[in-house]
Structure formats: structure tokens, C-alpha cells
């Protein structure tokens, strides 16, 4: 299979070459935004607010569902914070009936206490990841491009108050994690042979009563998915990091200039390579790499900050003056709050339902042992990369309107000009950590869309492995073609996953609650 996939790629290259020569990408581009502009316009279009202020129609269900879910389950997203910690750490792992992998274990089926025949359970040892694992898995593909360059378009557009707003976003986002990871891991569906098949699918179409609704809402859901997995989990990807590649190279000078599809070749194959062995492979490399990219970031976000440990209380006060000031940069206080809930809920992605896939492959009998390590993930995306974005554009003072109409691409060079001016040799650091995250990103979205396209098409290895190859081809289409159309389409398929998965999250929060007490029963029952 990995020779096919190879001489595919190979075959592949003189098109792209002569797409990129002829100009084909554009006009493909100019035909695709014609036949989809309609879409991406319902899904991004802006309410009028005030005269200068406008928001996106997404965020209120993205943002109010947070925050209702945060009072539903009593503040988890704060007083479960510790325990969540000590799941990942495993002191839990005994009361989950964790054994060692060499050891048989008799598997047995059973049906859900919601009548739900179609659920697989697994006694002992459930699921193909640890908790480590499927987090990591989880946050590879949210911590990012969105995270560097995000962070620099949100705080020129809405000020350093933007910042408060994107914390406090992100805190009310771990809610959200909790519940849609929690329920991708109880309605999961667990093979024969171990492997795991989870998300908004799968909880859709076996926890609504209305199955009819349920199945019409998983399928939107798949479709989206698939879509939002070849565009802005992979092409987009790709793309930005070949840009960030070439011009600290060189830029127009650069051995590379004109070769993006030579750079979309080699990711393609190291792609291919790690996401034809499944989540379990996934989970090997995203567990090494994850960990290692944030703890770079922010210890070089850290030495910035510490740096001009002078100014660090001025930050601070930009920030809160900044995020109930009336004189804010787009629009007062409105138009900053707006800025920091956007760029919170596009990166961490809570309420979209894509994490719930990662989490559903984990091995735990406690569904909500899951959704309480799920929500670490929008805390450390948002709460610590993002505001460590933020605080060293605000130091180094690159918080400035003119820099509202940048492009991701131009915004990372805003950022990685931020940190050249503490550390003279980091932007080449950066641009490692940037192909880092698009390569982790581009992984972990090859599952989420994986797991939508078996959903519809069935899982057969030939389903699986067409899935793969088309995906791995589109990174070589998104690192040579300019498809901005293409990819926007695809933006706003990944928040269209919004509206079945919202749907889902608020009908089935009660039970998520009967797990949540039945798993905190455990822990206590264990401490007693």
C-alpha cells in the first residue's frame, strides 16, 4: 500500500507543476468560489452590531452553549481542573481496570443502558490510546497556525483587551470539551479486533431519541468533516507552512521559490507514512511531537516575556484596561470581546465536535474519565499558547490597527519578527515549530475526516485506504495551488460541524451528567 501511495504522489507532480505554470489553480479557484460562495456566506455571515462592530452568527451557539454547559455541570471546566490533571498523570488508571497490553482479555457485548444495541463494549481494557495519547492526538490538531497568526490578527484588530476576552473564551470552552469528548467515548463503537470508531456520528445517531433527526444529523455532520479535514486541516496547512519555509529562505530568492509542490511531495509522504497505521500510530508520533512544540513555544514566549520583565505589568494592564475600554481599536469594548471570542473559539474549536473523535479512542470503561482530560485541551490551546502570543506581540509592541489586514501568512512573519527582536535566531526555531504543528495538525485531521468518510462509505480497507491517498494528494495540491476559495469553503465546513454537534451537545447533556456522577462515584469510592 505505501509503494501505491508513493508512485500516486509521483504521477501526480507534473500536473501540479503544470497547474502552477498555466495558472490553473486560479481559475479552478475562481469556478469553485462561484458554485460555493452561497455557502460560505450562510456560514460566516456577519450580524451588524453596532456601526462598526460585527459578529459572526457562529459564535453565539458556540459561546452561549459554553457557558451553559459551564453552569449545567457546576463549573467543571474550574473544580475539575486538578482531577483532570491526575487522570493524564494515571493515578486513575486502577479504578478504570487498566492491564498490561500483553495480556488477553475476553471481550464480551453488552447492551447500553440507553437501549442502544448498536453499542460495542469491551470489559477491562476499551479502546486503542492512553488518556496522554488521545489528548495529544486532540490538541495536535488545534494548537497551530491559529495560534500564532490568529493571536496576531485578533490583538490588531480588537487591541491587547482582546486577550481577556480570548482567556475567558477558552476557560468557557473546556465545558464544551467535556461534554462532546465525554459522549463520543459513551457511544463509541469498538470492533472485534479493537478498533475504535467515535464522534458526533456515532452520538447522534444512537443517543437521540429521534433517530430519524439523529442519522440526517450525523450524516451532515461526516460530510463537513471530510470537507473541513482536506481543506483547513490539511491544504491550508500546508500552505502556510511552505510560505513561512520560503521566505525565511529567501523569500523570492529562496532554493525553494516556485517548488511548492516539491515541499508538498515530502510532507505528503511523511503524511502517508504515519496515517496509514491508524490512531495508534497517530498517537505514537503526536505524544512525542505535541508536547515537545509547546513546551519550545512557550519557553521562548517565556524568555521574551522575561526579557522585558519591565514591561510585563504595562501588559497586564493593556489587557484588562484594554478589555472594557470604550475607545477599543474596532469598535470599543464590543468590538474587542468580539475579537477575543473569535480567535478563541477558531482555535480550540470547542463545540465543532472534531475532538470528540480523537478522545473516543481511548482506553477508559468511564466515558466522562475522557471528557474531564478533554478539557485540559482548550486551556492549554487558548489560556497559555494563545495568551503567550498575545503577551509577546503586546511587549514587543506589534499591537497596532495597521496590522489588522494581514493574512495568516503575513501575520506569523508579525510574530516571528516579534520574537527575532529578544532572540535573534528564533524565527528559524519558529519556522521548525510551524511545520511542526501543520504536519501534527494535517495528521490528526486525516483521522477526524477518516472517521467521517467510513461513517458514510463503510470500513473496508479500500474505503480506508482511498480516503488516505486522496488526502495525502491534497497536500501536495495545497502546498503548489493558490485555492483560497477552496479553502475557505472548507473553513466554513468545519463550522457548519457546528450546528448537528451543538444539536447533539445540548439534548444529551443529561446524560453526560449520569456519567459524570457515576465516574466521580468511583474516584470517591477509591479514596474512601
Not at 474 to 492: E, R, T
Request: aromatic residues 14%; glycine residues 10%.
Amino acid at each position: 500500500m505505501n509503494k501505491k501511495l508513493l508512485s500516486l504522489l509521483f504521477l501526480a507532480v507534473p500536473f501540479f507543476t503544470f497547474a502552477q505554470e498555466k495558472g490553473l489553480d486560479q481559475k479552478i479557484d475562481e469556478a469553485f468560489g462561484n458554485a460555493t460562495g452561497w455557502f460560505v456566506e450562510i456560514i460566516f455571515y456577519q450580524i451588524p452590531f453596532t456601526d462598526t462592530v460585527s459578529i459572526y452568527w457562529v459564535l453565539f451557539p458556540l459561546i452561549l452553549g459554553a457557558l451553559y454547559f459551564t453552569f449545567y455541570f457546576n463549573f467543571i471546566n474550574f473544580k475539575g481542573f486538578f482531577t483532570s490533571i491526575n487522570i493524564v498523570r494515571g493515578k486513575y488508571d486502577d479504578l478504570e481496570g487498566r492491564v498490561d497490553h500483553n495480556v488477553e482479555i475476553a471481550k464480551s457485548k453488552f447492551t447500553d443502558e440507553d437501549d442502544n444495541p448498536d453499542t460495542i463494549r469491551i470489559e477491562g481494557h476499551e479502546g486503542e490510546v492512553s488518556h496522554f495519547q488521545a489528548l495529544t492526538a486532540a490538541l495536535s490538531a488545534t494548537v497551530g497556525l491559529g495560534n500564532i497568526a490568529g493571536v496576531a490578527i485578533a490583538v490588531s484588530i480588537g487591541g491587547a483587551g482582546a486577550t481577556f476576552w480570548m482567556i475567558v473564551a477558552g476557560f468557557l470552552g473546556m465545558a464544551s470539551k467535556f461534554v462532546e469528548c465525554t459522549l463520543g467515548v459513551k457511544y463509541r463503537d469498538i470492533e472485534d479486533d479493537g478498533t475504535v470508531y467515535g464522534g458526533p456520528m456515532y452520538y447522534l445517531t444512537k443517543g437521540l431519541k429521534n433517530k430519524t433527526l439523529g442519522k440526517i444529523l450525523a450524516a451532515l455532520f461526516a460530510i463537513f468533516v471530510i470537507g473541513g479535514s482536506f481543506g483547513g486541516g490539511n491544504m491550508f496547512q500546508v500552505n502556510q507552512a511552505f510560505q513561512l519555509v520560503e521566505n525565511i529562505t529567501g523569500g523570492s530568492e529562496s532554493f525553494i521559490h516556485g517548488k511548492g509542490w516539491l515541499f508538498g511531495l515530502v510532507m505528503a509522504i511523511l503524511v502517508g507514512i504515519v496515517i496509514i497505521g491508524g490512531i495508534k500510530k497517530i498517537a505514537k508520533v503526536t505524544d512525542k511531537i505535541v508536547p515537545f512544540m509547546v513546551a519550545i513555544y512557550v519557553a521562548a514566549s517565556l524568555f521574551v516575556i522575561f526579557a522585558n520583565y519591565n514591561m510585563i505589568g504595562d501588559a497586564f494592564a493593556q489587557i484588562f484596561n484594554g478589555a472594557f475600554s470604550p475607545e477599543g481599536i474596532a469598535g470599543g469594548a464590543v468590538g474587542v470581546l468580539v475579537q477575543g471570542f473569535r480567535r478563541a473559539a477558531f482555535s480550540n474549536e470547542a463545540g465543532i465536535g472534531s475532538a470528540s473523535i480523537a478522545h473516543s479512542a481511548v482506553k477508559t470503561k468511564y466515558a466522562a474519565s475522557e471528557g474531564m482530560v478533554a478539557l485540559l485541551e482548550p486551556f492549554i490551546d487558548t489560556v497559555v499558547v494563545c495568551t503567550m502570543t498575545a503577551l509577546v506581540l503586546i511587549i514587543t509592541g506589534n499591537v497596532a490597527a495597521e496590522n489588522a489586514s494581514l493574512n495568516d501568512a503575513q501575520a506569523i512573519l508579525l510574530t516571528s519578527g516579534a520574537f527575532e527582536s529578544a532572540i535573534s535566531w528564533f524565527p528559524y526555531v519558529l519556522t521548525v515549530a510551524v511545520v511542526l504543528f501543520a504536519f501534527s495538525s494535517m495528521i490528526s485531521w486525516s483521522y477526524y475526516g477518516f472517521q467521517g468518510w467510513v461513517y458514510l462509505f463503510g470500513r473496508s480497507k479500500k474505503m480506508e485506504y482511498t480516503y488516505k491517498v486522496i488526502f495525502c494528494v491534497f497536500v501536495v495540491i495545497g502546498a503548489a495551488a493558490s485555492l483560497g476559495s477552496v479553502i475557505g469553503f472548507s473553513d466554513a465546513m468545519v463550522f457548519a460541524m457546528m450546528v448537528p454537534n451543538m444539536i447533539g451537545l445540548i439534548i444529551l447533556a443529561p446524560k453526560v451528567k449520569e456519567e459524570l456522577n457515576k465516574y466521580m462515584s468511583a474516584i470517591k469510592s477509591k479514596s474512601e
